[in-house]
């Protein structure tokens, strides 16, 4: 019986030949990512729990402060500082204010066939790269931590057969939202998603994780792309060699599959306060907003951020809208100063920020007030999520974010285009 | 002449208005939410501590640093009958006498006084304390004028003839 | 007998031909300054005070800077408040993410020499910087200035700070305001205005200059005064007239006390916490541990301060595990510092850059510290509680010593 590439790597991870799924395993974990929502709970734990603390392996584990920075209370400085602590104490890799937690993991550490547990549910963006990330609470980060194991159920895989290629003006983050708003938010619950297909060759690495961040809000344990050229070419970019390049065998089972043609995929939004409440962007065109917002895990890197600024470029931002633009990290916002991208964007009265998980997490930058309305690259779109739970949040692509700034309101970018 | 006695509440050199009352709680809607946090970074248990009628001393420069008018007010709202200090900053001074809020410029009281004491002020007279007096000047005409509107706010309505 | 810079302007904005100081005096308002934090409680009281009318609508400036980006759910209700006054009152000068008030005051054209300008944040003492009587007020006094177009002033007395010569290398206009405060003391200007001149001043950058008159509330003044000069004229974009070239300082003026200066004795210092006045040299603090550095604010976040940081951290790091934030006073500054590679200097050092705005300054967001971490920042005020809790120390620095004690991660002179 065959191998999908996700049981390869839980089987790789366990040391034994064959893994099936429903199954459970022990696994060696290959690299462990931390942010600044749990980590102080973690150490928490780990001082007042552990009869035996120790960490078991410090060069497998990444610390990251993303998501309040800067620190916008006494109380979260508190909880970054017991992260920076325990970081220098065990000499643990530490970022700081450099980007959110999943573009630092890409850019710097995740290499295919790994298995990654990351204390944030979008550790499923790692599969961009043929690795296997999956988020888990802090209890579990803590054993991997101390005793460099835990425990897997094998999850079934879905298979998700990619067509065609992607129309000028529909991107990556249309293609996903559609694929949510059929397969529902819990559609492929504890699953794995797979994508492959002739489809999947004119994805980028950044496309690929613009697709792999969303799996879990249609419930995946994680979604997966195989290792190809395309991927081991970004990695040798970076100076990195796979741990392992699997590919699916022929004869491996899938729970079920799916086939999206790519040509077929148009601009969509997902509505308040659902990711599957997807519906074409036409039908919200209209909709007054408050707040655009670029930038986030999904859909911060360089290509989102120049499909904004090609369409705001020469263009003001109306005074009733703040236009958050957030590069997802410093080497993404660097390279947007040398593109010229970041001076359309300030030229056109869009607020810049420092890369951070910003209004996608709804905390310090950005948080809307009582029924306020925000359209967004983030990942989720859930009551109050952005700020008062009374506001609304959408979710669209970059262009539609970028066009609705524009306008005031909620925007395709061929309707900015041509009107 | 108008004669109030209270007890006092000490405090020292430059209370800035960032003590008085922090940044993080300026734009809360009412005074009446902020009051809570007067004086926090310093004293946070004094807020809850004052009563009505209770009189604040202090040393120098009290009120210095930030127009933030929310500084007269939270202290008015605790119900401080008055603040005699040695000297006060200036902007404070203003907002305070727009807002009613009666301060006294007193230069020997501070340092022979403590926490707890009991005393008399006589208005734009005297301070009577441990059975010492102490004396207090008046404040120019035109705050007065102000004052005996009863504030900037209700001397505009009398100007705009809304009373 | 001669006049004050102060005293000019005043009589001038009076039409009298001199006014002495003591006295007390209704002028007419040139400018005035809302900023975001006070809006509700000036729309409020301008109701409550039954005005329907601002006196004039250009005149008056809003500007959304202290709560931007919104940290607080509540934030974006001052927005709210503060468009639907402009649009009530027909308000045409609204900023809403384009910087710090006090910046834009002078960047942004508004404010000129010889002006006077109020401003609901006590810093409005800004505008000095080039020649205008400006002072912070509270939002009832506003509130009155916006239905009257006036406002009873105190006619100050004037203390002259003379600084002939040259400053060292190292040592910026912000040691000199600094150590100015701790000779006066917090409160050893209370109701006066600062006069600066002598050759120093003179080779000073207007930027130089707003650093200094930014802080002299913190001595206490009402207002700061700089004479215009050439470089007055090219910032704001104007030729000076008669009455504004003549804002200087009249050998026989009346001065409460003056204060002399050589620029070659200053060396750079600190404000210890948690008081302005508490002034140390850099030197005598040397090696003290930081857990963060923030460069910014109205008082040292223009183009000037981020090129003498990126000098200073050019081709180096940030220390581990030590944070360094900067934050462009203004969209104009950040842009010009992204034009001229100082932002990706900065950056590449490990500088987390913020959008323009109050930032830590203001102690909402941007960067709050906890018990007993340390901060070197440039702002004005090292307030007990501030940047975080009554146990966090803020040593305020002038932007070289905040970037040589971001690399090497204690306090350290940048010249050394």
Known sequence: MGMTIAEKIIARAAGVEQVRAGDIHTVTLDRMMSNDGTTHLTVDMYNNKLKHPHVADAGKMVFIVDHNVPSDSPKTAAAQK???????????????????????????????????????????????????????????????????????????????????????????????????????????N????????????????????????????????????????????????????????????????????????????????AKPDFVDAVVPAEEVCGIRIDEA??????????????????????????????????????????????????????????????????????????????????????????KGRAGHPSS?????????????AVRGEICMADCLATS | MEQFTGKVWVLDDDIDTDIIIP?????????????????????????????????????????????????????????????????????????????????????????????????????????????????????????VEIIEAGGLVKAMRRRNGRI | MGQTIIEKIIAHNLGVQSVKPGEIVTVNVDWVMLDDIMIPFIVDKFHEMGFTKVWDPDKAVLIYDHLVPASQQDDTRHYRTGDAFAKE??????????????????????????????????????????????????????????????????????????????LPEGVMSKDIILRLIGDLGADGATYRALEFSGSAIEQMSISSRMAMANMAIEAGAKCAAFTPDEKTAEYCEIELDEFQKGLKGDADARYMKILVYKAEDFVPVMACPSQVDKIRPVEELKGTRIDQVFIGSCTNGR???????????????????????????????????????????????????????????????????????????????????RMGTAKTEIYLASPMTAAACAVAGEIAVAVD
């Open chain 2, 23 to 143: 940044t993080e709680y300026l734009a809360m809607k009412t005074i009446e939410e902020m009051r809570q946090y007067a004086f926090s970074p310093l004293r946070p248990e004094l807020a809850s501590k004052i009563t009505s009628g209770d009189i604040l001393v202090a040393g120098k420069n009290f009120g210095c640093g930030s127009s933030r008018e929310q500084a007269p007010e939270v202290v008015k709202a605790l119900g401080i009958r008055c603040v005699i200090a040695k000297s006060f900053a200036r902007i404070f001074f203003r907002n305070a006498i727009n807002n009613g809020l009666l301060l006294i410029e007193q230069p020997d009281l501070h340092d022979r006084i403590k926490e707890g004491d009991t005393i008399t002020v006589t208005v734009n007279q005297a301070i009577e304390a441990g059975g010492k007096q102490y004396p207090i000047t008046s404040l120019p005409g035109n705050l």
């Open chain 1, 82 to 188: 017991k992260m920076r602590d325990f970081a220098r104490e065990h000499q643990i890799d530490f970022w700081e204010g450099k980007g959110v937690c999943h573009q630092i993991m890409m850019e710097h550490y995740v290499c295919p066939g790994e298995l990654i547990f990351g204390a944030d549910s979008h550790t499923c963006t790692y599969g961009a790269l043929g690795a296997f990330g999956t988020g888990v609470g802090c209890t579990d980060l803590l054993y991997g931590m101390v005793t460099g194991t835990s425990w897997v159920l094998v999850p079934e895989t879905v298979k998700f057969n990619l067509t065609g290629r992607l129309q000028k003006g529909v991107y990556p983050r249309d293609l996903m939202l559609t694929i949510i708003g059929k397969i529902g938010a819990n559609g492929v």
């Open chain 3, 303 to 385: 183009l000037e301060d981020l090129q003498a940081a990126a000098k200073v951290l050019e081709g180096k790091k940030v220390a581990p595990f030590v944070k360094l934030i900067v934050n462009p006073a203004s969209r104009k500054i950040y842009r010009e510092a992204l034009a001229c590679g100082v932002l990706k200097t900065l950056i590449e050092a490990g500088a987390i850059v913020t959008h323009p705005g109050c930032g830590l300054c203001c102690g909402r967001t941007g960067g709050i510290l906890c018990d007993g971490q340390r901060v070197v920042a440039t702002n004005n005020r090292n307030f007990l509680g």
């Open chain 1, 293 to 382: 917002f670029l930038g986030s895990c999904n859909n911060g890197r360089i290509d989102e951020l120049r499909v904004g600024a090609a369409i705001v470029k020469g263009k003001k931002i109306p005074g009733h809208v703040r236009f958050l633009v957030v590069p997802a990290s410093q080497e993404v916002y660097l390279q947007a100063m040398e593109e010229g991208l970041i001076e359309t964007f300030m030229e056109s009265g869009a607020i810049v920020m420092n890369p951070n998980c910003s209004v996608c997490w709804g905390s310090c930058q950005g948080v809307i007030g009582e029924g306020e309305v925000l359209i967004s690259t983030g990942t989720r779109n859930f």
């Open chain 3, 89 to 166: 009152c027909g308000l045409t000068h609204v900023h809403r993410s384009d910087g710090i008030c006090h910046q834009l005051m002078t960047e942004a054209g508004y404010v000129k020499p010889g002006d006077v300008v109020f401003g609901t944040d006590s810093h409005t003492t800004t505008y000095g910087c080039v020649g205008a009587f400006s002072t912070g007020i509270g939002y009832t006094e506003m509130a009155a200035i916006l239905g009257t177009g006036t406002l009873w002033v105190k006619v100050p007395e004037t203390i002259k700070v003379v600084i002939e010569g040259t």
């Open chain 1, 190 to 269: 504890y699953q794995v998603m797979e994508f492959c297909g002739d489809g999947v060759k004119t994805l980028s690495v950044n496309d690929r994780m613009v697709l792999c961040n969303l799996s879990v809000e249609a419930g995946a344990k994680t979604a997966i792309f195989e290792a190809d050229e395309i991927a081991l070419e970004y990695l040798k970019s970076r100076g990195r060699e796979p741990k392992a390049v699997f590919s699916s065998d022929p004869d491996a089972a899938y729970a079920k599959e799916y086939t999206f043609d790519l040509a077929e995929i148009r601009p969509v939004v």
């Open chain 1, 392 to 404: 609304k949040v959408y979710l669209g692509s970059a262009a539609t974010v970028a066009a609705s």
